[in-house]
């Protein structure tokens, strides 16, 4: 499936968040289901109102486009990578330690009885909680350093030589800076990880405090 196609949207790196909003509430509206009384033709439409859907989850996502889109000009799925990027490695230490410590921390039972155990549980909540942002925000920095590039590269698809179908000649290939895209999808992926992980520990340090 080609999410790009299905969305009416043209194949490139970045994809404006507003555009793709409205192809997908204006494709999502036209074959909700519930707009279909025959049996066989609601049956299609809910097939294809799962598709939009699934086109629009893999279209948002840095990682996800960018894995789509290398499969689509090269035919391969992208492999899985080990090696974390410079894009992405200055940020691994940090993310490792900190999870680490926190992950520590909330193993920790909450103390009851004692009310200045109970403040002092609550005061460094705060503190892993101060880290945690401080360290997301230089992954969203990051990140956003990383769409800037995007951007910018959407011109090579705009000016590559058409693909035919599903698939990318070789003329086409060649015309677009794949190698580039890979290092950038690979950092993508690791720190839209390491931002959920983090996420994810927030959440639960908003039960303690």
């Given at each position: 499936?080609d999410?790009?196609?299905?969305?009416?949207?043209?194949?490139?790196?970045?994809?404006?968040?507003?555009?793709?909003q409205?192809a997908?509430?204006?494709?999502?509206?036209?074959h909700?289901?519930?707009?279909?009384?025959?049996?066989?033709?609601?049956?299609?439409?809910?097939?294809?109102?799962?598709?939009?859907?699934?086109?629009?989850?893999?279209?948002?996502?840095?990682?996800?486009?960018?894995?789509?889109?290398?499969?689509?000009?090269?035919?391969?799925?992208?492999a899985?990578?080990?090696?974390?990027?410079p894009?992405?490695?200055?940020?691994?230490?940090?993310?490792?330690?900190?999870?680490?410590?926190?992950?520590?921390?909330?193993?920790?039972?909450?103390?009851?009885?004692?009310?200045?155990?109970?403040?002092y549980?609550?005061?460094?909540?705060?503190?892993?909680?101060?880290?945690?942002?401080?360290?997301?925000?230089?992954?969203?920095?990051?990140?956003?350093?990383?769409?800037?590039?995007?951007?910018?590269?959407?011109?090579?698809?705009?000016?590559?030589?058409?693909?035919?179908?599903?698939?990318?000649?070789?003329?086409?290939?060649?015309?677009?800076?794949?190698?580039?895209?890979?290092?950038?999808?690979?950092?993508?992926?690791?720190?839209?990880?390491?931002?959920?992980?983090?996420?994810?520990?927030?959440?639960?340090?908003?039960?303690?405090?």
């Amino acid at each position: 499936m080609d999410c790009f196609a299905l969305l009416g949207l043209r194949r490139a790196p970045w994809v404006d968040p507003e555009q793709l909003q409205s192809a997908f509430l204006t494709l999502s509206n036209q074959h909700h289901p519930d707009r279909f009384q025959n049996a066989a033709e609601k049956a299609g439409a809910e097939k294809r109102f799962t598709d939009i859907n699934a086109a629009n989850q893999t279209l948002r996502s840095n990682s996800l486009r960018l894995a789509h889109l290398l499969e689509l000009e090269t035919g391969s799925k992208t492999a899985h990578v080990q090696e974390i990027p410079p894009e992405a490695m200055s940020f691994f230490d940090d993310v490792a330690k900190i999870t680490r410590g926190l992950d520590k921390f909330l193993a920790e039972e909450k103390p009851e009885g004692s009310s200045m155990l109970n403040v002092y549980h609550f005061e460094r909540a705060l503190e892993w909680t101060e880290i945690v942002q401080e360290l997301q925000t230089r992954l969203s920095v990051q990140i956003a350093t990383l769409e800037s590039e995007l951007k910018t590269m959407n011109r090579a698809w705009e000016t590559a030589p058409p693909s035919t179908g599903h698939s990318s000649s070789q003329a086409r290939v060649n015309s677009l800076p794949i190698p580039r895209l890979r290092v950038i999808a690979s950092a993508m992926a690791f720190l839209e990880k390491w931002n959920s992980q983090l996420q994810e520990k927030i959440a639960r340090l908003a039960l303690v405090t």
